[in-house]
């Protein structure tokens, strides 16, 4: 059974930069035709893509955030990870790191990650 | 940026009933479209993928269909655990795209 779990600081400073980690268990992030992705929630509304890192070393980012946006995998934890740049209060969300192959068929419990000095 | 547009975006309905939530594609994505259904606080959850394959171990209540840019979620009828927000989700070309969401609440 593929296991996620989202990890990193739940409180960032406006202009800092938003760093999180997906653990996988269960399964490799460097095999398979799967996508790691991050998406996130603000409070109250609807889903947003962010990325994904391809199993084969690509990576795709949504342009409304692209050019503050990584998404890097660490093979030898099994873990991928998203850093956002100056982030704003419209930054602060739910984030989510699931696996997509069809649909987005594994998801982390989410970590609320709100941006406040 | 494909634009997925849900109707309706809250709908009221008893346990038992039939429940019909739509989704229309701003352009052609062939069948790249999944159903999620989210409940408070939880990760969302895949039921269909592909416009109409049931993702394992979920209800056969649950179907999906395609018609050109318009995909339909039908529940044949609806569970007191169904009461949640829906989302259809395009994985045809990226940035892939979510709905706005259709709560269904209960009557």
């Known amino acids: 059974q593929v296991q996620l779990q989202e990890s990193g600081p739940g409180l960032v400073k406006p202009s800092e930069t938003l760093s999180l980690t997906c653990t996988v268990s269960?399964?490799?992030?460097?095999?398979?035709?799967?996508?790691w992705s991050w998406i996130r929630q603000p409070p109250g509304k609807g889903l947003e893509w962010i990325g994904y890192?391809?199993?084969?070393?690509?990576?795709n980012y949504n342009p409304s955030l692209k050019s503050r946006v990584t998404i890097s995998v660490d093979t030898s934890k099994n873990q991928f990870s998203l850093k956002v740049s100056s982030v704003t209060a419209a930054d602060t969300a739910v984030y989510y790191c699931?696996?997509?192959?069809?649909?987005?068929?594994?998801w982390g419990q989410g970590i609320l990650v709100t941006v406040s000095s | 940026d494909i634009q997925m547009t849900q109707s309706p975006s809250s709908l009221s309905a008893s346990v038992g009933d039939r429940v019909t939530i739509t989704c229309r594609a701003s352009?052609?994505?062939?069948?790249?479209l999944n159903w999620y259904h989210q409940k408070p606080g939880k990760a969302p959850k895949l039921l269909i993928y592909?416009?109409?394959t049931l993702q394992t171990g979920v209800p056969s209540r649950f179907s999906g269909s395609a018609s050109g840019a318009d995909f339909t979620l039908t529940i044949s009828s609806l569970q007191p655990e169904d009461f949640a927000t829906y989302y259809c989700?395009?994985?045809?070309?990226?940035?892939?795209?979510f709905g706005q969401g259709t709560k269904v609440e209960i009557k």
């Open positions: 699931a696996r997509l192959m069809a649909g987005f068929d594994y």
């Open positions: 269960g399964g490799s992030v460097s095999s398979g035709s799967y996508y």
């Open positions: 890192f391809y199993f084969s070393g690509s990576t």
């Open positions: 352009q052609s994505i062939s069948r790249y």
């Open positions: 592909a416009a109409s």
């Open positions: 989700q395009q994985s045809s070309t990226t940035p892939w795209t």
